[in-house]
């Protein structure tokens, strides 16, 4: 009996070595708004790290969405000067050379605080699909990390475009 519980004690102290994502500031309600074009795709982000070992992001989807908003898609960011606040184009236009497809990317950026320059974002892709707006309500974000896929939701990101017929344009 001693040694079974002896190995479950081990065991369970090998999975708090995995790692594990995060959002460093998981309490704020982030909202980006944009007036979408018919030329311009969009890209905003958000921030992650990990508590642990590195973990590698297998998929990221958006948890709802709303109207004729359109998911474009989504890369890892973790080099250049800053994160990207939003942009024009998806890719947003000058950071393709910085940007790693979901699916080949590896977070290894640790939670706690960094000099200005070091973060890791994902950068999501958004458009719409008529001319109403539309919402994308919070994201899934899965991934491996020691074998074990495991899913980080991320609630209070929120993505809102403007339609041409001034559908979920907040004054």
Same mark, same amino acid.
């Given at each position: 009996m001693v040694s079974l519980v002896s190995a479950l004690v081990a065991f369970?102290?090998?999975?708090?070595?995995?790692g594990s994502l995060e959002t460093p500031? *998981? !309490?704020?309600?982030v909202t980006i708004g944009f007036v &979408?074009?018919?030329?311009?795709?969009?890209? @905003?982000?958000?921030?992650i790290c990990t508590?642990?070992?590195?973990?590698?992001?297998?998929?990221?989807?958006?948890i709802e969405i709303i109207g004729e908003a359109e998911f474009l898609g989504a890369y890892l960011l973790d080099q250049g000067e800053a994160p990207i606040g939003s942009a024009d184009g998806f890719? *947003? !236009?000058?950071?393709?050379e910085y940007?790693?497809? &979901?699916?080949?990317?590896?977070?290894?950026? @640790?939670?706690?605080?960094?000099?200005?320059?070091?973060f890791a974002q994902v950068?999501?892709?958004?458009d719409w699909s008529g001319n109403g707006g539309g919402q994308l309500n919070g994201f899934r974000v899965r991934y491996l990390t020691e074998g074990s896929?495991?899913?980080?939701e991320i609630s209070n990101f929120h993505v809102e475009m403007c339609g041409a017929n001034g559908e979920y344009c907040d004054d």
């Open positions: 369970l102290a090998g999975c708090t070595n995995a500031d *998981p !309490e704020s309600e &979408i074009d018919r030329e311009n795709q969009k890209s @905003t982000g958000f921030q508590t642990g070992s590195e973990v590698e992001l297998v998929e990221v989807e958006p890719p *947003p !236009e000058g950071y393709a940007l790693k497809p &979901i699916g080949e990317a590896v977070v290894s950026f @640790t939670c706690g605080d960094h000099p200005p320059g070091e950068v999501v892709g958004v896929t495991r899913s980080l």
